[in-house]
């Protein structure tokens, strides 16, 4: 998978999402708890943008009158159906083994040139202060 250099990691903070656009794909990366996810900014029902619904949590199967509210901020509705989907794997909550969003890894990074990019001259090792948040597809 080639790594894509989407954006510095500074400018999703915790809690929040940003929306890129890498080689012609809409991609949502969220930042859930210092951890960096990223979706397919497309639902798999009818293809709205996934990433403009609210982001949230669900109410788990338990017994009845027993409500069980958990994964807040890990859930992602979609703005036109309500299709919630986990953004940490990408699982539709409703059927998890059959609809999926599509995700990707991400990775943080000093913003230096990738592998595939090596320049062909001498180089010298550089260090920077902030890092940057890196797409693989």
Same mark, same amino acid.
């Given at each position: 998978?080639?790594?894509h250099?989407?954006?510095?990691?500074?400018e999703?903070p915790?809690g929040?999402?940003k929306?890129?656009?890498?080689?012609?794909?809409s991609?949502?990366?969220?930042?859930i708890?210092?951890?960096?996810?990223?979706?397919?900014?497309l !639902?798999?029902h009818?293809?709205?943008p996934l990433?403009?619904?609210?982001v949230?949590?669900y109410?788990a199967? +338990?017994?009845?009158?027993?409500?069980?509210w !958990?994964?807040?901020?890990?859930?992602?509705? !979609?703005?036109?159906?309500?299709?919630?989907f986990?953004?940490?794997?990408?699982k +539709?909550?409703f059927?998890p083994?059959?609809?999926?969003?599509?995700?990707?890894?991400?990775?943080?990074g000093?913003?230096g040139? !990738?592998e595939e990019?090596a320049?062909?001259v001498?180089?010298?090792?550089? +260090?920077? +202060?902030?890092?940057?948040?890196?797409?693989?597809?």
């Amino acid at each position: 998978m080639k790594p894509h250099r989407v954006c510095r990691a500074s400018e999703i903070p915790e809690g929040s999402h940003k929306v890129v656009t890498v080689e012609g794909r809409s991609i949502g990366i969220f930042n859930i708890n210092g951890t960096y996810y990223a979706l397919r900014n497309l !639902c798999p029902h009818q293809f709205a943008p996934l990433c403009k619904g609210p982001v949230t949590g669900y109410n788990a199967p +338990s017994a009845v009158g027993e409500f069980r509210w !958990c994964k807040e901020g890990e859930i992602i509705r !979609c703005p036109w159906h309500g299709w919630e989907f986990d953004i940490t794997t990408g699982k +539709s909550i409703f059927n998890p083994h059959k609809v999926r969003s599509k995700s990707y890894p991400v990775t943080l990074g000093d913003g230096g040139r !990738c592998e595939e990019e090596a320049p062909s001259v001498e180089s010298y090792p550089i +260090s920077q +202060s902030s890092q940057y948040l890196f797409v693989h597809f």
